[in-house]
C-alpha cells in the first residue's frame, strides 16, 4: 500500500510517519503494510528539515528507503492507497494574519473558529479541491483523510465537491473523553461515551461506566475537573450546568470569547504568533544537527519542541500566558528520547484506527467527520457531521447520535449555515457572499464588520483570495 501525505513538511509529520512505522512494527500481521510513504512538500527548508528526518527516522527503523519527499503533486499521489491531508496554505504567517486581523476588533482570532477559520477556509478550499480532482485521476481508489484545518469545514467542502471518498479527523473529542475517564478514575476503555457535534463544536451528552450514567456527576463536580485539568478551566460551571453536557475545549471561543481577547492581550501575543517563533526555532535547530551530521540530535531536539508545542496547547487563549519556560524547563530536564520509543497518540492514533479499519484490520467505532445520513436529525443528510461511525472495510457509517440540548443544537444549526455559505463563496468565488458567510457567524457581530474583516483579509493574504470578485 501507498501512503500520501500531502503537508509532508509540517512540523507533526515526523512523528507521524514514526506511528505509522511503529504501529506496522508493534502490531504483526493484522497492521496494514505501507510499501510507500510518500511526502509532498514544495517548500526546500521544510523538505530539507522535516521531510529529512522523516526519512531518517524510518531508516532508524529499519525502513530505509520506504520513505521519500517530493515537489511532484502527480508523482506522490499516482498510485496512493490512502491520503493524509495537513496542508497549511498561507504557512505560518497565514495564520497570524487570520488571528490578527480579527483580534485588532476585540473578536475571536483563532485558525479554525469565527473570521480566522473563515479566511482559512476560504484560502485553502481551492487548493484542496485541486488535489481532489488529480487524485480522482491518478488514485480513483484512495481515501483522502483529512486533517487540514478547519477540519470539518474542509470535509464539507470536499465531500459536495471532490468527488472522491474522504473522511475528516481531529482528536479533540477522543482527547476530551480520555479526560473525563481520567477524572473519573477509569480507563479510556472502560467508559462508553455518547457525543455529537461539528468539528471543534462539540458536546459529550452521556458516559456510562459499567452500565451506569456519570455524566451528571462530571458536571456536578465540574468545578473539581477544572481544578485537575487546565482544558475546562475557562469554563463557567454554572452555563454548563444550563447545557447539560460537557463540551470540547473549542466551545470556550464561543461560551467566553471576550475572556479569550482579554487573555491574549495579557499574554502578549496569540497561540500563532508563539508557534510561528517555536516552528522557526525548531527548523533552524534541526537544521543545524544535520549540518553537524548529528541525526540522534536533529531528532532530539524535534522531539524536545515539539513537546512544548503539546505542553502549551491552549494555554495562551484560556490563561493568558504561553506557558512555554516551565514546558521548555521540563523537557530540557528529561532525557533525550529514542526515535524507536513510540508512543502513538493524538491524531496519529484516530488516523490509524481509520486506516485500520477500513483495511479490515481493526474494524470498530471512531469520531470523525463525515456526511450526517440521518445522524443528527436536525441537520441535512448530505451536510458533514462529526459523530462516532462503524469503520471497516465496507467504509465508515454515521451511527444514530445522541440528541444534542437545545442551546447546543441551535449553536450546531447556525455555525452549519456559515459553513455551507463559506463552502460555496469558495466554489463561486463571490466576494459578497464570503461576506454574508462570515456574518452569519455568531462570533461576527453583523455584516459591515464582516465585509471589513474580508476586506482586510484579501488584501493581506493577497494572491491566496484574489480569486474573490
Same mark, same amino acid.
Not at 499521489?77 to 490578527?100: H, K, N, P, Y
Not at 454554572?238 to 473549542?250: D, M, N, S
Given at each position: 500500500?501507498?501512503?500520501?501525505?500531502?503537508?509532508?513538511?509540517?512540523?507533526?509529520?515526523?512523528?507521524?510517519?514514526?506511528?505509522?512505522?511503529?504501529?506496522?512494527?508493534?502490531?504483526?500481521?493484522?497492521?496494514?503494510?505501507?510499501?510507500?510513504?510518500?511526502?509532498?512538500?514544495?517548500?526546500?527548508?521544510?523538505? +530539507? /528539515?522535516? #521531510?529529512?528526518? @522523516?526519512?531518517?527516522? =524510518? &531508516?532508524? $527503523? %529499519?525502513?530505509?528507503?520506504?520513505? *521519500?519527499?517530493?515537489?511532484?503533486?502527480?508523482?506522490?499521489?499516482?498510485?496512493?492507497?490512502?491520503?493524509?491531508?495537513?496542508?497549511?496554505?498561507?504557512?505560518?504567517?497565514?495564520?497570524?494574519?487570520?488571528?490578527?486581523?480579527?483580534?485588532?476588533?476585540?473578536?475571536?482570532?483563532?485558525?479554525?473558529?469565527?473570521?480566522?477559520?473563515?479566511?482559512?477556509?476560504?484560502?485553502?478550499?481551492?487548493?484542496?479541491?485541486?488535489?481532489?480532482?488529480?487524485?480522482?485521476?491518478?488514485?480513483?481508489?484512495?481515501?483522502?483523510?483529512?486533517?487540514?484545518?478547519?477540519?470539518?469545514?474542509?470535509?464539507?467542502?470536499?465531500?459536495?465537491?471532490?468527488?472522491?471518498?474522504?473522511?475528516?479527523?481531529? +482528536? /479533540?473529542? #477522543?482527547?476530551? @473523553?480520555?479526560?473525563? =475517564? &481520567?477524572? $473519573? %478514575?477509569?480507563?479510556?476503555?472502560? *467508559?462508553?461515551?455518547?457525543?455529537?457535534?461539528?468539528?471543534?463544536?462539540?458536546?459529550?451528552?452521556?458516559?456510562?461506566?459499567?452500565?451506569?450514567?456519570?455524566?451528571?456527576?462530571?458536571?456536578?463536580?465540574?468545578?473539581?475537573?477544572?481544578?485537575?485539568?487546565?482544558?475546562?478551566?475557562?469554563?463557567?460551571?454554572?452555563?454548563?450546568?444550563?447545557?447539560?453536557?460537557?463540551?470540547?475545549?473549542?466551545?470556550?471561543?464561543?461560551?467566553?470569547?471576550?475572556?479569550?481577547?482579554?487573555?491574549?492581550?495579557?499574554?502578549?501575543?496569540?497561540?500563532?504568533?508563539?508557534?510561528?517563533?517555536?516552528?522557526?526555532?525548531?527548523?533552524?535547530?534541526?537544521?543545524?544537527?544535520?549540518?553537524?551530521?548529528?541525526?540522534?540530535?536533529?531528532? @532530539?531536539?524535534?522531539?524536545?519542541?515539539?513537546?512544548?508545542?503539546?505542553?502549551?496547547?491552549?494555554?495562551?487563549?484560556?490563561?493568558?500566558?504561553?506557558?512555554?519556560?516551565?514546558?521548555?524547563?521540563?523537557?530540557?530536564?528529561?532525557?533525550?528520547?529514542?526515535?524507536?520509543?513510540?508512543?502513538?497518540?493524538?491524531?496519529?492514533?484516530?488516523?490509524?484506527?481509520?486506516?485500520?479499519?477500513?483495511?479490515?484490520?481493526?474494524?470498530?467505532?471512531?469520531?470523525?467527520?463525515?456526511?450526517?445520513?440521518?445522524?443528527?436529525?436536525?441537520l441535512d443528510t448530505d451536510d458533514v457531521v462529526e459523530v462516532q461511525a462503524q469503520?471497516?472495510?465496507?467504509?465508515?457509517?454515521?451511527?444514530?447520535?445522541?440528541?444534542?440540548?437545545?442551546?447546543?443544537?441551535?449553536?450546531?444549526?447556525?455555525?452549519?449555515?456559515?459553513?455551507?455559505?463559506?463552502?460555496?463563496?469558495?466554489?463561486?468565488?463571490?466576494?459578497?457572499?464570503?461576506?454574508?458567510?462570515?456574518?452569519?457567524?455568531?462570533?461576527?457581530?453583523?455584516?459591515?464588520?464582516?465585509?471589513?474583516?474580508?476586506?482586510?483579509?484579501?488584501?493581506?493574504?493577497?494572491?491566496?483570495?484574489?480569486?474573490?470578485?
Amino acid at each position: 500500500m501507498k501512503l500520501t501525505i500531502l503537508g509532508g513538511g509540517g512540523m507533526r509529520m515526523p512523528a507521524f510517519v514514526r506511528a505509522v512505522l511503529s504501529q506496522e512494527s508493534a502490531a504483526g500481521s493484522a497492521a496494514p503494510r505501507f510499501d510507500q510513504i510518500c511526502l509532498l512538500e514544495p517548500e526546500q527548508l521544510r523538505r +530539507d /528539515t522535516i #521531510g529529512r528526518l @522523516a526519512v531518517e527516522v =524510518a &531508516a532508524a $527503523l %529499519g525502513k530505509d528507503g520506504l520513505v *521519500a519527499v517530493t515537489t511532484d503533486a502527480e508523482q506522490a499521489l499516482t498510485g496512493a492507497d490512502f491520503v493524509f491531508s495537513a496542508i497549511r496554505v498561507g504557512g505560518d504567517r497565514g495564520r497570524v494574519i487570520d488571528e490578527q486581523v480579527a483580534l485588532r476588533r476585540g473578536l475571536v482570532g483563532q485558525e479554525t473558529t469565527g473570521p480566522g477559520g473563515c479566511a482559512m477556509a476560504l484560502r485553502t478550499i481551492p487548493v484542496v479541491l485541486g488535489y481532489c480532482e488529480l487524485i480522482s485521476k491518478v488514485a480513483p481508489q484512495a481515501m483522502l483523510i483529512n486533517f487540514t484545518n478547519p477540519a470539518g469545514l474542509i470535509t464539507q467542502a470536499v465531500s459536495r465537491h471532490g468527488a472522491i471518498r474522504a473522511v475528516g479527523v481531529c +482528536d /479533540t473529542p #477522543g482527547g476530551t @473523553a480520555e479526560h473525563l =475517564a &481520567a477524572f $473519573l %478514575g477509569v480507563g479510556p476503555d472502560a *467508559a462508553e461515551f455518547a457525543y455529537a457535534g461539528l468539528n471543534h463544536l462539540g458536546w459529550i451528552t452521556s458516559v456510562l461506566v459499567d452500565g451506569d450514567e456519570r455524566i451528571g456527576e462530571i458536571i456536578r463536580r465540574f468545578a473539581e475537573l477544572q481544578a485537575s485539568d487546565h482544558r475546562f478551566a475557562a469554563f463557567d460551571p454554572a452555563l454548563i450546568r444550563r447545557v447539560g453536557a460537557v463540551p470540547t475545549e473549542y466551545v470556550y471561543f464561543y461560551y467566553d470569547p471576550q475572556r479569550y481577547v482579554r487573555e491574549v492581550a495579557a499574554a502578549g501575543a496569540s497561540r500563532g504568533q508563539d508557534l510561528e517563533r517555536l516552528n522557526g526555532e525548531l527548523l533552524a535547530a534541526v537544521a543545524k544537527a544535520f549540518a553537524d551530521g548529528r541525526i540522534q540530535d536533529a531528532w @532530539a531536539v524535534y522531539e524536545r519542541l515539539l513537546g512544548v508545542r503539546r505542553d502549551t496547547y491552549m494555554r495562551t487563549d484560556m490563561h493568558g500566558d504561553s506557558g512555554q519556560a516551565a514546558a521548555r524547563a521540563q523537557r530540557a530536564a528529561a532525557p533525550p528520547p529514542a526515535i524507536g520509543a513510540a508512543q502513538i497518540g493524538g491524531y496519529e492514533a484516530l488516523a490509524l484506527r481509520v486506516i485500520d479499519g477500513l483495511t479490515d484490520a481493526r474494524p470498530g467505532r471512531v469520531i470523525v467527520n463525515l456526511r450526517n445520513d440521518g445522524a443528527l436529525p436536525a441537520l441535512d443528510t448530505d451536510d458533514v457531521v462529526e459523530v462516532q461511525a462503524q469503520v471497516s472495510g465496507a467504509g465508515l457509517v454515521p451511527l444514530p447520535a445522541p440528541e444534542l440540548p437545545r442551546p447546543a443544537r441551535a449553536l450546531v444549526e447556525q455555525v452549519k449555515q456559515y459553513e455551507l455559505a463559506t463552502v460555496e463563496a469558495a466554489m463561486t468565488g463571490d466576494a459578497q457572499l464570503a461576506a454574508v458567510a462570515l456574518a452569519l457567524h455568531p462570533l461576527v457581530p453583523g455584516s459591515t464588520v464582516a465585509r471589513e474583516l474580508l476586506a482586510d483579509y484579501r488584501e493581506q493574504h493577497g494572491a491566496s483570495l484574489a480569486y474573490l470578485r
